[in-house]
């Protein structure tokens, strides 16, 4: 039986990794922000941190497309404040820096299954030595031709595609219940009622339930509050 809209939001939800994701530290040119958003979303993040200092500060906006949606993006003006974030998100978290050095592994000998983050670098400087210090191993993606490193949104789409790939066959996708009740409730209220949602917030009212088919579980009063009642003003 063909799922609907609300069925499918519902499987995407229920699926989602809240424990993996990455950090994008100065990556600018807006095709790449699209590009990586949008993959970490093909593979089930919920979250994605971005690194831009004071006099750089920009906004994610409207660089994924219909991704921003469902991924949520956290901003920062030093890494140290995305990396103690993300650590104090998910304990226990490995943070993996893309960096070819002596030390840096092949980024298939990772164990992805494991609370994981992967800092990727800015596309013409790369990712920063504070960057290196605060991760806890360095991974590269070998090259055997005369270029020495792949576009920031390919390399982040085969490391994570990698990390996929090992959850998937772990069981890990099989889990439940990462994302908490009121994120769901909100993601699943918007995806299948966009119109409602837009003047539920107009008017300040909290979304209402939705029964096992996505349908909104509401009174009368709601119905007429939202029907009659004046937008609350943003003054």
Same mark, same amino acid.
């Given at each position: 039986?063909?799922?609907?809209?609300?069925?499918?939001?519902?499987?995407? @939800?229920?699926?989602?990794? !809240?424990?993996l994701t990455?950090?994008?530290?100065?990556?600018?040119?807006?095709? /790449? &922000?699209?590009?990586?958003?949008? !993959?970490?979303?093909? =593979?089930?993040?919920?979250?994605?941190?971005?690194?831009?200092?004071?006099?750089?500060?920009?906004?994610?906006?409207? !660089?994924?497309?219909?991704?921003?949606?469902?991924?949520?993006?956290?901003?920062?003006?030093?890494?140290?404040?995305?990396?103690?974030?993300?650590?104090e998100r !998910?304990?226990?978290?490995?943070? &993996?820096?893309?960096? @070819?050095?002596?030390?840096?592994?092949?980024?298939?000998?990772?164990?992805?299954?494991?609370?994981?983050?992967?800092? #990727?670098?800015q596309e013409? *400087?790369?990712?920063?030595?504070?960057?290196?210090?605060?991760?806890?191993?360095?991974? =590269?993606?070998?090259?055997?031709?005369? =270029?020495?490193?792949?576009?920031?949104?390919?390399?982040?789409? *085969?490391? $994570? +595609?990698?990390?996929?790939?090992?959850?998937?066959?772990?069981? &890990? +996708?099989?889990?439940?219940?990462?994302?908490?009740?009121?994120?769901?409730?909100?993601? $699943?209220?918007?995806?299948?009622?966009?119109?409602?949602? /837009?003047?539920?917030?107009?008017?300040? $009212?909290? +979304?209402?339930?939705?029964?096992?088919?996505?349908?909104? #579980?509401?009174?009368?009063? %709601?119905?007429?509050? *939202?029907? %009659?009642?004046?937008?609350?003003?943003?003054?």
């Amino acid at each position: 039986m063909e799922e609907n809209r609300f069925q499918r939001i519902k499987r995407v @939800l229920d699926r989602r990794q !809240t424990d993996l994701t990455v950090c994008l530290e100065e990556v600018h040119k807006h095709h /790449n &922000l699209s590009a990586v958003i949008r !993959t970490a979303d093909a =593979v089930g993040c919920h979250h994605v941190h971005a690194v831009w200092p004071h006099e750089k500060r920009r906004t994610t906006n409207n !660089t994924s497309g219909g991704s921003k949606n469902w991924v949520e993006t956290h901003m920062y003006f030093t890494i140290d404040e995305a990396v103690t974030a993300m650590r104090e998100r !998910t304990p226990g978290l490995q943070i &993996l820096a893309t960096n @070819l050095s002596e030390h840096a592994v092949d980024f298939r000998e990772i164990d992805y299954t494991k609370p994981t983050a992967i800092i #990727v670098g800015q596309e013409k *400087l790369g990712i920063t030595e504070r960057a290196l210090e605060l991760a806890d191993k360095h991974i =590269v993606v070998p090259m055997e031709g005369m =270029v020495q490193s792949l576009n920031v949104s390919v390399a982040s789409a *085969l490391i $994570l +595609y990698e990390a996929q790939r090992q959850r998937a066959a772990a069981g &890990l +996708y099989e889990r439940t219940g990462m994302l908490d009740q009121e994120t769901q409730h909100r993601l $699943l209220f918007e995806g299948c009622h966009p119109i409602i949602a /837009n003047r539920c917030k107009a008017k300040g $009212l909290p +979304y209402p339930p939705l029964d096992d088919e996505g349908e909104i #579980v509401a009174d009368e009063q %709601f119905w007429h509050i *939202l029907k %009659f009642t004046q937008p609350k003003s943003k003054a």
